[in-house]
């Protein structure tokens, strides 16, 4: 059994970080083609310097390229630059898309001194094209200068930049191409800006949340149970996590530059929250605190599987940052799959643990546990189920889509197992709430009654019982044998009446430490 996640995490490597806004390559005479694709909101703004060293002429033209599809341009590399430069009007790149799913510029190419700074040739509207773009993208006139801005456009798409540059057959050149694209919110994509927003929302309810996690233990520090101070931690790290996730994206719309440290800082608190969050998950499933008051052996299986998780998923979010978007090498898959096997054990071995605690619970006869239990695996299921209805939809409305026209809610896709973790926190949250009744789901070292709070009177049989003490009272001390073998009779008959009879009797010891020091006691007295 495998975490539904998992899957969609071997589909979806490659939306886990944002586009930048400032794209910079070099060309030479062995490496003629560069390009940049990028979705982009109305009103963005594009700045393109080209930078040329030699000592001869070379030649320049160029293309802008709008497409429908969105997974025409998200797996593109640079080999595809030549095909698409020849060929605008073509896709190519993927079955399925036609020739009426892109506009395009295209320019003839232009005789320039390749000795500074380069102009790109360009006419209005797009006249030398067949199939422009024509209005979508407009060229603003002025002075160059640093904040001179060469084109906008005038459309929201998904758009592909190529530029080509030729030496003669015995030129050598240099050139540095800066690409810049801003749009009227700052450097992020139409697929990562309500990520931004989204992280900022996610952020303040995790304040919230931890506000008010604060306030319930320290109005009830005196009973507060050792799994509660888990959930605090959770509570923590995923505060903590999106605050960093804020400020990378904040930090990316704003320069539009990638900030390593900050990002694999990030990630690193990420897979903190998402190992701990893991174990939390396994030690209520086992029990902890509840029916058991030690985990004993079992706790440290429990940091090993933790400790493993937490290494592997560090690796894979190093690979991601290091690696190009959109790659889907040899490395990146080896440390996905590994990750992937991992949860599917935690899952297995959470919903074992769980049948196992309820059945002991269902045994003593604990009602109060034994709902306590019962919410907390319907959470587990139904986030499962959730979960997986959502994988179905995305892989059919965005994975296996041909032509993807629905790009803009892209951001869902990541965006969606923030809010279900966070629900299924609360969840937790509201079940393992500190409050006045704490001891009602504290371990105790005896056998748990039906309920915890029962009383004599509660006892169904209490009429009973005090009518047999005044009978057996009243009897005088000369009463017959006879009378006093009955009397057991009945009292053997009502036993078996109303205690139930159990194949495997329950034993009073719960953790396997306590099974040990119980044999060694033994043994010093034999």
Known sequence: MIFPWTLLLLLSLTSALPDPGKFSF????????GGVSKNVYNQTKLRIRVNCHSDRGVRVGWVIRETQCWNEYAFMDRTAFPVYYANPQDALAFEGFNNASASYLRFPESYQDCNGKITLPYQENGKNSSNPIGANVKRVPGALGPDYVDYIFNHTGDYLFIIHIQGGASTSFLATVDVELEGPNGYLSVIDYPLLVFYGCMCAVYII????????????????LRIQFWIGGVIFLGMLEKAMFLAEFSNINATGEFTPGLIFAAEIVSCAKRTLARMLVIIVSLGFGIVKPRLGQTMHRVVFVGALYFFVAAAEAYLRIVKPKNDLSGALMTAAIPLSIIDSSICWWVFSALVATT?????????????????????????????????MWNIKFHRLEE??????????????????????????????????????????PLLDAEDDDMTDEDDPYYDD?????LINGSNSKDKTRRDEDEEAADTLKWIEENIPESENPLPVIDSEEEIETTKFEISKMQ
């Open 403 to 444: 032509c993807l026209k629905d790009w803009r809610d892209l951001w869902i896709d990541e965006a969606f197992w923030h809010f279900l973790f966070s629900t299924m926190l609360c969840v937790i949250m509201f079940l393992w709430r500190p409050s006045q009744n704490n001891k009602r789901y504290a371990f105790t």
């Open 359 to 391: 059945r002991t619970l269902r045994l003593r006869r604990n009602v109060v546990k034994l709902a306590l239990y019962r919410h907390f695996a319907n959470t587990l299921v139904l986030s499962v189920i959730a979960s997986v209805v959502f994988m």
């Open 465 to 469: 019982k005090v009518s047999k003490r």
């Open 209 to 224: 949340m931890g506000l008010l996690w604060l306030v319930l233990c320290s109005l009830h520090w005196r009973d507060l």
């Open 26 to 33: 070099t060309l030479n005479s062995t490496l003629e083609y």
